[in-house]
C-alpha cells in the first residue's frame, strides 16, 4: 500500500487526484461528527440563498443542502465502489477466460460481450429500473455493474490475448503448470494496471450514471444521494426561480469526484506508459540532457 | 462483402436480444404486468386498450415459447402496444414524434464533436509537448469525466437565464408554423444551439484523447519516418500518414460513444425542454408508462445499430485490408 502511494506521488496528475478521492472518502466517513441536522428533515425554511447558518442554503422542502450534500457523499461512494468492484470482477472473468483459453470459449464470450456493447446503456438501464420500481441505491449499483462489464471484458481480452503469445507464458505452458497458476501467477500481474483503470473508470461512470438515474426519478425518493438532490431541485424548477444552490451543491459533487478519480486513473496510466507523457516529463528529461552535456562540457575543458 | 453480411447477422442478434430482455422483465415481475399496468394509470383507459395491450406483450394463455414469438411478431410488425399515458396514441405514434430531433441533436452534436476532437488530437499529437498540446490534453481530460447533465444545467443558467440570450426550452418558437420556410428554420438553429453545443462540448474531449494517443503511437511508426524521409510535406505525412492509420481505433471508440451520446442526449433534452426523446421518456417514467419506457428500448436500439452499420461501412473505406475478405 505504501509503495502504491509513493508510485502515485511521482506523478502531479496522480497525486491531485488521490487528494481529491481521500477528501471525498474523509468527508463521508466523518458524516456523523461534520453535520448537525438530519438530511431528510425540514430544518430551514424553503430555498434560503447560502447563510452562516446553512452553509450551502435550504432546498425547496427546506432541508439543508450541506448535510444531503455530505450525507450523499457516502451514497455515491459506496454506489460507485461496489458496482465498480461488480464490474471489474464480471469484466476481468470474462476477459482473461475468453483471452486465455481461446477457441469457441473465446469466440462465444466475445459475441456475448459484443451485444452487450451495442445494446445502448442508460435506455437499458431505464427499463430495468423502471420495472425493480422504486430502486434503491444498492439496486442501482446491483444492475448498472451487471450491465457495465462489456467494456472492461473488452480491454481484458485484447491485452491477455498479447500477453498469451509473449515468451514467459508459453514457457509456464510447456513445463507443465496449470492453467490456474498461469493465469493467477503469470498473467494476473501483467494485467493489474489495466484492472486498476477498469475498476477507477467503472466506478466515476457508476457515480454519473447513478445520478442520472436518480435524476430522471427512477431512485428511492427517500434515499439521500447527490442524484435525488438533483431531481428534487429539477422538480421543484430551482433554477428558474433563481435558487442556484440546490442545483450548484450536487453539480460541484459529481463533477470534482469525477475529475478527481479520472486524474487518478489518467496520472496511473501515464505512470505505466511513458508514451503518453505530456510536456512536464519531457522538457524535465531535456533539462536533464542538457545539464549533463553542460557539466560534461566543462568537465572536459577542466581535463584539457 | 461477407464482412458486411456477418455484421448484419450480429446486428440481428443483438436486436434479438433487446426484444428479449423487454419481454422477460415484465414476466419476471410478481402478478399480472398488464394488471399492475392499468392499476399505475387510473382509470384514463377504457377496457378495449387493455386487451391490445395483452395482445401486444403476449399475454395470452399460451406456453411461454409461443407468448414469445407471439411478441416477436409484433415487435416485427412495428407493434409496441398503446402508450399508458397518452392514451389514444400508441407507443409507435408517440416515439417517432420525438425520434426525429432526438436524431438531429445526437447526430449533429456526434459528428461535430468527432470532427473538432480528432483534428484537435492530430494536431497536439503532431505538436507532442509544445504549448498547445499541454493545455489542451489536461483540460480535455477534465472536461471528460463532466457529465452532459452538470453541463447543461451550467450554460443553461448561464446563457438562458442569466444573460437570457438563448431560449431555454422548446425545439423552435411556438408562434411559427413548421414548414421549409428561412424563419422556421432559423428558430430551430437558434433553439438547437445550446443542446447541441452542450453535447458536443461533454464528448470533444474523449475524441481528442483517444486521437491523440492513437496518432502519438503512429508517429513513432516505420512508415511514418519514411514519409519524412522521401521529402514530403509536413501536412501529408500527418494526414495521409499518420491521422490515416490513427483513424482506425479511433472510429471503433466513436462507436463504443454512440450509446451515450444517446443518453446523454436524452440527458440534455430534458435539461433543456427540448421535445425529442429523453423529455417524451422523462413524462413516460412520472407516469409509469411501461410500454413506452420498453418502447424506447428498441428504437434506441435499432438507432444505434443503423449508426453502427454505417460506421462499418466507413471502415471499409478506411482499412482496405477489409475489403477482400
Known amino acids: 500500500m505504501l509503495k502504491f502511494f509513493s508510485i502515485v506521488m511521482r506523478n502531479k496528475k496522480a497525486t491531485a487526484g488521490m487528494l481529491i478521492v481521500l477528501a471525498y ?63 471489474t470482477v464480471i469484466g476481468t472473468l470474462i476477459g482473461v477466460t475468453a483471452g486465455y483459453f481461446g477457441g469457441v470459449i473465446d469466440e462465444s464470450l466475445n459475441f456475448i460481450t459484443n451485444i452487450a456493447l451495442v445494446i445502448p446503456q442508460l435506455p437499458l438501464l431505464l427499463v430495468l429500473a423502471a420495472f425493480i420500481g422504486k430502486s434503491d441505491p444498492f439496486m442501482i449499483a446491483l444492475i448498472i455493474g451487471l450491465t457495465s462489464w462489456a467494456w472492461g471484458a473488452r480491454v481484458t481480452r485484447a491485452q491477455t490475448l498479447t500477453l498469451r503469445r509473449r515468451e514467459f507464458v508459453e514457457a509456464s505452458e510447456q513445463i507443465g503448470e496449470p492453467s490456474w497458476r498461469i493465469i493467477c501467477i503469470e498473467l494476473m500481474p501483467n494485467l493489474l494496471s489495466i484492472i486498476g483503470f477498469n475498476f477507477i473508470g467503472s466506478v466515476v461512470y457508476t457515480i454519473i450514471t447513478q445520478a442520472t438515474l436518480e435524476f430522471l426519478g427512477l431512485g428511492d425518493p427517500l434515499a439521500v444521494s447527490w442524484g435525488n438532490m438533483l431531481y428534487n431541485a429539477q422538480t421543484s424548477s430551482a433554477i428558474t426561480v433563481g435558487a442556484w444552490w440546490e442545483m450548484f451543491a450536487p453539480c460541484f459533487a459529481i463533477v470534482t469526484i469525477g475529475i478527481g478519480l479520472s486524474l487518478l486513473n489518467f496520472g496511473v496510466d501515464e505512470i505505466s506508459n511513458p508514451r503518453l507523457r505530456t510536456l512536464g516529463a519531457i522538457n524535465k528529461a531535456v533539462k536533464a540532457q542538457k545539464k549533463f552535456d553542460r557539466s560534461y562540457k566543462s568537465a572536459k575543458g577542466a581535463a584539457s | 462483402m461477407s464482412f458486411i453480411i456477418r455484421r448484419i447477422m450480429f446486428y440481428l442478434v443483438a436486436f434479438l436480444v433487446a426484444a428479449t430482455i423487454n419481454f422477460l422483465l415484465p414476466r419476471l415481475m410478481p402478478g399480472n404486468p398488464i394488471d399492475i399496468m392499468f392499476a399505475n394509470a387510473g382509470n384514463s383507459l377504457p377496457p378495449e386498450a387493455k386487451k391490445a395491450l395483452a395482445e401486444t406483450f403476449g399475454f395470452v394463455e399460451r406456453p411461454l415459447i409461443e407468448e414469445y414469438f407471439i411478441y416477436l411478431k409484433s415487435v416485427f410488425s412495428w407493434d409496441f402496444g398503446v402508450s399508458i399515458k397518452k392514451y389514444p396514441l400508441t407507443v409507435m405514434d408517440v416515439l417517432m414524434q420525438a425520434l426525429p430531433w432526438t436524431l438531429f441533436l445526437a447526430g449533429t452534436s456526434v459528428i461535430l464533436a468527432f470532427c473538432i476532437g480528432s483534428l484537435l488530437g492530430i494536431y497536439a499529437a503532431w505538436k507532442r509537448g509544445g504549448s498547445f498540446d499541454s493545455v489542451i490534453s489536461p483540460s480535455a481530460l477534465a472536461v471528460q469525466s463532466v457529465p452532459a447533465l452538470v453541463i447543461g444545467i451550467t450554460t443553461l443558467y448561464i446563457f438562458g437565464l442569466v444573460l437570457e440570450v438563448l431560449p431555454t426550452s422548446y425545439a423552435y418558437d411556438p408562434s411559427i408554423d413548421p414548414g421549409f420556410t428561412w424563419e422556421y428554420l ?51 505525412v500527418r494526414y495521409n500518414y499518420a491521422a490515416r492509420n490513427a483513424l482506425l481505433p479511433s472510429m471503433t471508440a466513436f462507436a463504443l460513444s454512440l450509446g451515450s451520446v444517446m443518453g446523454g442526449s436524452l440527458i440534455i433534452e430534458i435539461v433543456f425542454n427540448y421535445p425529442g426523446l429523453g423529455n417524451i421518456l422523462f413524462q413516460g417514467i412520472i407516469a409509469r408508462d411501461y410500454p413506452l419506457i420498453q418502447g424506447q428500448l428498441i428504437i434506441m436500439t435499432l438507432a444505434m445499430l443503423t449508426a453502427n452499420l454505417l460506421i462499418d461501412f466507413i471502415y471499409i473505406f478506411l482499412d482496405p485490408r477489409l475489403r477482400k475478405a
Open chain 1, 25 to 87: 472518502i474523509a468527508l463521508a466517513l466523518a458524516a456523523p461528527l461534520i453535520t448537525s441536522h438530519d438530511p431528510a428533515k425540514r430544518v430551514a425554511r424553503p430555498h434560503q440563498a447560502p447563510s452562516v447558518e446553512h452553509v450551502m442554503g435550504s432546498t425547496r422542502m427546506g432541508r439543508d443542502v450541506y448535510t444531503q450534500f455530505v450525507w450523499g457523499t457516502r451514497t455515491s461512494l459506496m454506489v460507485g465502489f461496489s458496482a465498480g468492484l461488480i464490474v
Open chain 2, 186 to 236: 432559423s428558430s430551430v438553429f437558434y433553439h438547437a444551439l445550446m443542446p447541441i453545443g452542450t453535447l458536443a462540448f461533454v464528448s470533444i474531449g474523449g475524441y481528442l484523447i483517444t486521437m491523440r494517443n492513437n496518432m502519438i503511437g503512429q508517429l513513432g511508426e516505420e512508415h511514418v519516418v519514411m514519409g519524412h524521409a522521401k521529402g514530403l510535406s509536413d501536412k501529408r
